[in-house]
Each structure stands twice: as C-alpha cells, then as structure tokens.
C-alpha cells in the first residue's frame, strides 16, 4: 500500500524532509497519489508537515510504521499489522488463528482492553506504549512451554537495554521490572492437542510502557515507563524491531542452555525472600533456582524444595530469610 511506503519512508527519514518529487520516484507512482496518501495519513492523526520546494516529514517521530517494521525485522515475521486501536491484540490473533501461519505479528498503538494474566486487565494507554502479539505453532511438550515465556522475557530485556540503555529486571513468570516499578508484562495464550500433549499453537503478547504516563491511583506505586529511569531517547519502532529480532533468534534457539543463563542475569528473584501464591495457596520462600524449562525452584521456610510451574511470585525484600 502506498500510504504506508510512504510513511516508512518518512520514519527512516527521521527528521528530514522528502520531497515529494523523491516520494513519487522511489515507489514509481504519481505526484497526485504521493499528495493523496499524505492526505489520508493526517486524516489519520498522523502529524506530517510539509513545505513547498522542501517535500513532508513527520513532526512527532514516534509513529508506528507498518512497512518500517516490517522491513527491518527477519523473514520469520512475514506479516506484520499495525492498528490503530483495538481491544486485545491477543484476541485479534486468536480470532483468525485458524487461518494464519506462524510468524503474524499484531501491533496497536492503543489497546482498550488489554489483556494480563489471570483475568487482570493491562493499562494501554494510546502512543504511550508497545502492545504487540505474536503467533507461533510451536509443537512444544507442555512442560516445555515455560521456555517460550523465558525466551520473550528474554529477547524484551536485551531489546531495553539496546534501545534505551538501561537494564531490566524480570520477575518471574511474566514481568518486567525497572527499580520495582513494573513496566511490562507477558502473556501467553496456549492451544494444547490433547492426545500429543503438546503446544499447537501459541500467541505471546507483549505490553511495555514505555512513555511516561499517568497511571491511575491503583498503579501508581507499582507501574512505571521505560522513560522513567532513561535519559536516552528512542522511538517504539526501534524497540519494536529489536524485540522481534532477538525474539526470532531465542525462539529459534528455545533448547539452548544459554537462554535460562541469560534469563538468569536478568532476573530479579534468585536468592531473595518471596510470597509464592499457587492454586490460592500463599507461602514464604526463598527462590535458589531456575530450571531448564523456565520452572522456578523455590525454598519453602520449612526447607523444602518446590519446582513452580506456574503461580505468582511477590518479592519481600524486608523479610529475613536464608537458605
């Protein structure tokens, strides 16, 4: 679609202008269409200013580009779409599943319902963050699934530290954490054949706040944005495609031990006193280890030792209590 060549053009363009001479000669199609396509893009709210004999740039450079995104990610990613909005961009994947090959990836710039684990809600506040999906046909065994949750932790927290130059922490299962501010999270959403016991199919979604925001009075004390704790200033595409990157790459390389290893400097819980919650059970632990499938071992005051699957983890930094 010209429309958004075009606009892909001006966000790897950054600052500069493009005439619209260049435009209509790089995609070989007319000044009229190039002058058509920028109309529908301000029509859409994106910010383009334009000046005679100079050509168009975009003034807010942190607009989702569809194409850009697209042209620099790897081939696994061989559909990517950008919305402007939506409800869920897991629900979106998981609507047409059944028709769609691995590699889709969702984008939104704003999601009204998104979606956390356990039926909780994630705050998608429009232009201020990356809500994003991915499909997979994994045909993982389900003990092994907790690798591709480990891989997205993984692949979101290099892709921080690229783009913004600061380092995450990630808190098992499903969040990431800057200074004990949670940033982002990670939901994946599974399709299990019974009879194989295998993952057929998965949709990993990911939500980052990365601009700064305001968060209402329930989340003020625990959420927080990328922007907060960086002076470096980047664009989402930049995350985007970093992300997916070093998503392809871990995804690829699920069965290598380096991933819990590096998950490991990541994390944020190794040998620090939490509350383990499972199956409305709660108890005080401390966790010494992650396993080659992602697990968690945790420690239980009484000194036993408990392999978690799946739960939640609270980090009680005050509490004293060694192994």
């Known amino acids: ?40 893009l301000r029509k859409q709210g994106v910010d383009i200013e334009s000046h005679p004999k100079v050509g ?89 699934a907790l690798k591709i949750t480990s891989a997205t932790a993984v692949a979101c927290a290099e892709a921080i530290e690229l783009t913004f130059s600061v380092k995450p922490g990630i808190k098992w299962v499903n969040d990431l954490m800057i200074e004990q501010k949670k940033i982002g999270g990670i939901l994946c959403e599974a399709g299990v054949d019974i009879h194989s016991g295998n993952v057929e199919t998965m949709v990993v979604g990911l939500g980052l706040n990365v601009f700064n925001q305001e968060f209402d009075e329930s989340l003020v004390e625990i959420a927080g944005s990328i922007e907060d704790f960086t002076q470096r200033k980047n664009t989402r595409n930049e995350l985007i495609i970093a992300f997916l990157n070093r998503f392809d790459y871990w995804y690829k390389n699920l069965n290598h031990p380096y991933l819990i290893k ?51 983890v609270t980090i009680r930094r005050n509490y004293q209590y060694t192994i």
Not at 13 to 37: I, M, Q
Not at 277 to 286: G, Q
């Open 56 to 144: 168009y740039r975009i003034k807010n450079s942190d607009v989702l580009g569809e194409s850009y995104i697209r042209k620099n990610v790897t081939a696994f990613y061989h559909t990517v779409k950008v919305k402007e909005t939506t409800e869920s961009t897991n629900d979106d994947l998981k609507a047409i599943q059944h028709s769609i090959k691995e590699g889709v990836v969702m984008i939104a710039d704003e999601q009204t319902r998104g979606k956390g684990r356990n039926g909780r809600s994630f705050h998608s506040e429009k232009g201020k963050g990356i809500y994003l999906s991915i499909f997979l046909t994994p045909q993982l065994p389900v003990n092994q």
């Open 262 to 312: 590096r998950y490991k400097q990541y994390s944020n819980i190794l040998h620090v006193p939490v509350t383990v919650t499972v199956n409305n059970e709660s108890y005080l632990a401390v966790i010494k280890d992650i396993d080659e499938n992602g697990a968690c071992i945790a420690v239980r005051s009484d000194g036993s030792t408990v392999t978690l699957n799946s739960g939640e």
């Open 1 to 40: 679609m010209v429309k958004e060549k075009i606009k892909s053009a001006l966000i790897e363009a950054k600052n500069t202008f493009v005439s619209g001479e260049a435009l209509a000669k790089v995609l070989n199609v007319s000044r009229t269409t190039v002058n058509k396509a920028i109309n529908q």
